[in-house]
């Protein structure tokens, strides 16, 4: 019989689970060629500012692979309503069967997205790392938030968003977590305060430039997740001492990788996977490097936390 896993179990066993752990393990299965990760199915809805992503894969040796559907309607907040949704189906690689049904209704795939800003952080961030910088006040660039100080040690970040108002709440909300937190009044400003930096949005226009990068800044780009959209300048890429895919594969077809190679200042053997970044096959050359880490989202994440809490539900 298929189990049901509400959101409120899945909830509790997040605690229990080291999510960053798994994630990291993830990503060297991946690079190691140990995933199957068929490309991501995408249905928009332009009209509602909506989108469904269906990602999925199998590990190879386990018993079971994941399936997940996971929708992001960005006019919800308006409605009263949030604007993650989504299920995870985890079915049987000897028979096929549905196994169980998570209904996580987007928040494992938030805390499997803040864990790998997490986990890139833990390898690529600065060795004098002051300030963090995040762009963006959605759950996102919360979560950022929480994570990064589970492998970091700083405390003092600056945040900029469109919306002063909702940036003052995600500030307010990030000083609860024990941050030094402020508003910073532009992109600008955070890329000349932070060494860190996170962007968070889902913006179709890059909004952090190029001269405006300082040597030794790191840049985790993870709200292109589509082909459409695109945070970071693609010079950013171009000058970076190393770029930084999830997924070569993927990132190839969306993201900052896929902008940038789009207009033709970055080719593919210029890319590095992070499997292999953290693996230790190869990391930051100078500590003035500039790295840039874009992570579109990977099916392997999901099976990875999907079959944690699948161990803690039975």
């Given at each position: 019989?298929?189990?049901?896993?509400?959101?409120?179990?899945?909830?509790?066993?997040?605690?229990?689970?080291?999510?960053?752990?798994?994630?990291?393990?993830?990503?060297?299965?991946?690079?190691?060629?140990?995933?199957?990760?068929?490309?991501?199915?995408?249905?928009?809805?332009?009209?509602?500012?909506?989108?469904?992503?269906?990602?999925?894969?199998?590990?190879?040796?386990?018993?079971?692979?994941?399936?997940?559907?996971?929708?992001?309607?960005?006019?919800?907040?308006?409605?009263?309503?949030?604007?993650?949704?989504?299920?995870?189906?985890?079915?049987s690689a000897k028979t096929g069967q549905v196994v169980c049904?998570?209904?996580?209704?987007?928040?494992?795939?938030?805390?499997?997205?803040?864990?790998?800003?997490?986990?890139?952080?833990?390898?690529?961030?600065?060795?004098?790392?002051?300030?963090?910088?995040?762009?963006?006040?959605?759950?996102?660039?919360?979560?950022?938030?929480?994570?990064?100080?589970?492998?970091?040690?700083?405390?003092?970040?600056?945040?900029?968003?469109?919306?002063?108002?909702?940036?003052?709440?995600?500030?307010?909300?990030?000083?609860?977590?024990?941050?030094?937190?402020?508003?910073?009044?532009?992109?600008?400003?955070?890329?000349?305060?932070?060494?860190?930096?996170?962007?968070?949005?889902?913006?179709?226009?890059?909004?952090?430039?190029?001269?405006?990068?300082?040597?030794?800044?790191?840049?985790?780009?993870?709200?292109?997740?589509?082909?459409?959209?695109?945070?970071?300048?693609?010079?950013?890429?171009?000058?970076?001492?190393?770029?930084?895919?999830?997924?070569?594969?993927?990132?190839?077809?969306?993201?900052?990788?896929?902008?940038?190679?789009?207009?033709?200042?970055?080719?593919?053997?210029?890319?590095?996977?992070?499997?292999?970044?953290?693996?230790?096959?190869?990391?930051?050359?100078?500590?003035?490097?500039?790295?840039?880490?874009?992570?579109?989202?990977?099916?392997?994440?999901?099976?990875?936390?999907?079959?944690?809490?699948?161990?803690?539900?039975?």
């Amino acid at each position: 019989m298929t189990k049901v896993v509400p959101l409120e179990q899945i909830l509790k066993a997040l605690p229990d689970i080291d999510v960053i752990g798994e994630i990291e393990r993830g990503f060297v299965a991946l690079s190691e060629g140990k995933v199957e990760v068929p490309p991501v199915g995408e249905l928009l809805f332009p009209d509602e500012n909506g989108e469904l992503h269906i990602k999925y894969g199998a590990v190879r040796g386990d018993d079971v692979f994941v399936v997940k559907l996971a929708t992001g309607f960005f006019n919800n907040p308006k409605l009263g309503l949030p604007p993650f949704s989504g299920c995870m189906l985890v079915l049987s690689a000897k028979t096929g069967q549905v196994v169980c049904i998570l209904l996580e209704e987007g928040e494992l795939t938030n805390h499997r997205t803040a864990a790998a800003g997490a986990v890139v952080a833990r390898h690529l961030a600065p060795p004098r790392l002051a300030t963090i910088g995040i762009c963006g006040s959605g759950v996102q660039a919360r979560l950022q938030a929480d994570y990064l100080r589970r492998v970091t040690q700083c405390r003092d970040l600056v945040l900029w968003a469109r919306d002063s108002g909702r940036a003052e709440e995600a500030v307010r909300d990030i000083a609860r977590m024990g941050y030094d937190a402020r508003v910073a009044a532009s992109p600008q400003e955070v890329a000349a305060s932070a060494q860190l930096i996170v962007t968070t949005t889902a913006a179709h226009e890059p909004y952090l430039l190029a001269d405006w990068i300082k040597p030794g800044t790191h840049i985790t780009a993870m709200g292109s997740d589509t082909p459409e959209k695109n945070e970071i300048d693609p010079m950013i890429l171009k000058s970076a001492g190393m770029v930084v895919a999830d997924s070569i594969q993927q990132c190839q077809l969306r993201g900052e990788i896929r902008a940038a190679i789009t207009a033709g200042v970055l080719r593919r053997e210029g890319i590095v996977e992070l499997g292999n970044v953290i693996s230790g096959k190869t990391g930051r050359r100078s500590p003035d490097d500039i790295t840039v880490a874009d992570l579109t989202g990977v099916a392997v994440q999901d099976i990875m936390i999907a079959k944690a809490v699948v161990a803690r539900t039975n």
